[in-house]
């Protein structure tokens, strides 16, 4: 019997990873004034992200309980339209949240392939839920937003787009940087939850300030304002989001039903029989000022606590080191960790300094003794059988072959050579032969 307990959790994991989404695209059958239309929309691609790479998170691993799963059934109920309309309807938003044939395409998606995928996104959400809410709140956003980041990452931190979106909420590099969002090769602040929540909520306020329009708003999120307006161009000055549907991206095309389905689907999921798996909220954490270079390594080393944990405390820092000399940045531990840093932090910046840190300041450039060699029978024959102007040179009192030398553009070694002078000692009143 307890061989069978410890398999227990290996099953769910198997039967977990098995539930893939390989599909990129769905059909929907549209109805356009009585004419049935058969449509190809594509999948934006957090819907197409694997189970097995959200799991993959620190976060996700060490706080949701895969072996607590409350039994998600197989079996998704068959709900008629009129259920989903009403359902939309009483869902408290500011937002529109309208009903047609692509939003049940959408909500079908997360209630059947991606069940698995929801009921890991509803216990990853509960990580995350205070600091969206908080940075909406106090832009005075709709709360419905706090949904965006399952359309844009599924709630994966490390979410890589192939166009280069990166982090919870996606940002691409150069709109990252224009809200504040550093990138450079150790640090990319978008990976960071919390500064690219607080960057997210300022676009978002800027986007409806543009547009008036909240559906047109994430729909701008999603593809750029640039797409968007030459879409609304080409519908002739329309600025309702279905009326510039087929102007606009395949992928942009399921953005808005996807972001609807996301709101139905986190507020209705136990009317599909889905459950949240279980979730332990993690400990409270806090910020240390990091003012030198330091790796996570001489941190693991002294305080130990595990790379995976700072890594997933501090996932804007890509190379695992913390440029501190450049500026100032800061580190997120454990609280009951902060002390042990502050009561150790010389050491600490001193463990394997030499070894991780391995950048050198400066580099001398040396010659090998055979180069050196060359030069000297070089300099020798050249000194010896120069076939120049020859300009001699009384010595006056106070000279010396140094400042000579610098009067004619020649070389100390040079002048003696010309006249065979063992050493620097010269005398007033006598002449050297300059070579020119």
Request: aromatic residues 10%.
């Amino acid at each position: 019997m307890k061989k069978l307990v410890n398999y227990c959790p290996l099953i769910l994991l198997l039967l977990l990873f098995g539930n893939q989404v390989k599909a990129q695209s769905v059909d929907v059958l549209i109805d356009v004034n009585g004419a049935k239309r058969q449509e190809i929309i594509d999948l934006p691609k957090s819907m197409t992200y694997p189970l097995d790479s959200l799991l993959s998170d620190w976060k996700a691993k060490n706080y949701i309980d895969l072996g607590k799963d409350c039994s998600t059934a197989d079996i998704n109920p068959f709900f008629s339209d009129s259920v989903y309309i009403d359902r939309l309807s009483r869902i408290p938003s500011i937002m529109e949240l309208p009903y047609n044939e692509i939003v049940r395409k959408f909500i079908d998606q997360y209630n059947t392939r991606l069940r698995n995928q929801v009921s890991f996104m509803l216990s990853a959400y509960d990580l995350y839920i205070p600091l969206f809410e908080e940075a909406l709140d106090a832009y005075n956003l709709p709360m419905e937003l706090k949904y965006l980041p399952i359309i844009e990452s599924s709630l994966n931190p490390s979410a890589v787009s192939r166009a280069g979106a990166s982090g919870l909420w996606q940002f691409m590099l150069a709109t990252g940087k224009m809200y504040g969002l550093e990138t450079n090769s150790l640090v990319d602040e978008r990976r960071d939850p919390i500064k690219a929540t607080w960057a997210a909520a300022r676009y978002l306020k800027e986007l409806y300030a543009i547009y008036q329009d909240w559906n047109l708003v994430i729909a701008a999120y999603n593809c750029g304002p640039g797409t968007i307006n030459k879409a609304i161009r080409r519908a002739g000055g329309e600025t309702d989001y279905w009326k510039i549907y087929h102007y606009l991206p395949k992928e942009t095309r399921g953005y808005v039903p996807a972001f609807i389905a996301a709101n139905y689907v986190m507020t209705y999921y136990c009317d599909h029989n889905i459950c949240p798996m279980e979730t332990n909220i993690p400990a409270d954490t806090d910020t240390i000022q990091i003012n030198k270079d330091l790796h996570f390594e001489q941190v693991a080393g002294l305080c130990d606590i595990s790379i995976d944990q700072l890594k997933s405390l501090n996932p804007q820092y890509k190379k695992n080191i913390i440029p501190g000399q450049s500026k100032p940045y800061t580190l997120r531990l454990p609280l009951n960790y902060v002390s042990t840093f502050i009561d150790n932090q010389e050491a600490i910046y001193n463990h394997r300094c030499d070894e991780l840190f391995r950048n050198r300041k400066t580099v001398d450039i040396k010659e090998s003794s055979s180069q050196l060699a060359d030069k000297g029978t070089k300099r020798g024959k050249t000194s010896l059988s120069t076939k120049g102007s020859i300009t001699y040179h009384k010595i006056r009192n106070g000279e010396t072959l140094s400042t000579i030398a610098t009067k004619y553009g020649v070389r100390v070694k040079d002048l003696q050579n010309w006249n065979s002078l063992q050493n620097t000692k010269i005398a007033a009143g006598k002449q050297l032969k300059i070579h020119k």
